[in-house]
């Protein structure tokens, strides 16, 4: 499996991009603000875009999503089955706040919680953490996480947004991530990579709530 991190906009949003090296079909977690240095990737590298998976529906994780789109249009968009709540709301998605043009969007593909969506012979399984947003989803490949803005190394996602809920959140953490293997790699939204047992050690929000 080829596993790929990209650092994009002032956010130092993270994308990371997999693919089956075997089919060339790859899949992007998020579309942070630019989509050139994500389509530029999957360019040199030879690789078809299946999927657009989406960890929830704020902005800067979304931006890049039409631009993608239009270099390759037959991507699918994954999100959770609750994303409408925020792609169809530029105040919910935030886009009405930060981006000069506010904009909507749709899933091609509705997931659930432990659903698994197939990239050739890779396994990607969802799953649901609401907190940060009611439709924030963490995904397993393999041995590693991708936990968008719900898990960061010693943090948690803000939960002061619309459909937030910190409670939700520490729940979602600490009842479904903690659960995994203690040497599974968290690859957050944001920020460096950590692991799911330093998280149990170290992290000061879920201290006490184990």
């Known amino acids: 499996m080829l596993f790929k991190q990209l650092v ?3 956010m130092a949003n993270n994308c990371y991009i997999i693919a089956d090296e075997e089919t060339c079909e790859a899949a992007i977690f998020d579309a942070p ?3 050139e240095p994500i389509c530029d990737f999957l360019a ?8 657009i998976i989406l960890t929830h529906g704020h902005f800067d994780h979304i931006t890049a999503v039409h631009d993608i789109l239009a270099k390759f249009p037959d ?6 089955t609750s994303s409408d709540i925020l792609f169809a709301d530029t105040a919910k998605n935030l886009t009405d706040r930060y981006c000069r043009k506010p904009f909507t969007l749709s899933a091609d593909i509705k997931v659930e919680d432990g659903d698994v969506i197939k990239l050739g012979s890779i396994d990607i399984k969802a799953i649901h953490t609401p907190g940060h947003t009611c439709d924030s989803l963490c995904f397993l490949v393999e041995d590693k996480l991708i936990s968008g803005d719900t898990l960061f190394r010693f943090e948690v996602g803000r939960a002061d947004f619309p459909t937030s809920s910190f409670e939700q959140e520490i729940s979602s953490i600490v009842d479904k991530l903690y659960a995994l293997p203690p040497e599974t790699r968290v690859y ?9 047992g330093d998280e149990i050690k170290e992290n000061p929000y879920t201290r006490g709530k184990i």
Do not use: C, D, S
Request: proline share 3%; glycine share 14%; net charge neutral.
């Open 75 to 80: 991507a699918k968009i994954v999100a959770h």
């Open 8 to 10: 994009i906009g002032t």
């Open 33 to 35: 603000f630019y989509g």
């Open 188 to 196: 957050p939204g944001h920020g460096e990579a950590t692991t799911i």
């Open 44 to 51: 040199e590298n030879n690789l078809n875009l299946k999927y």
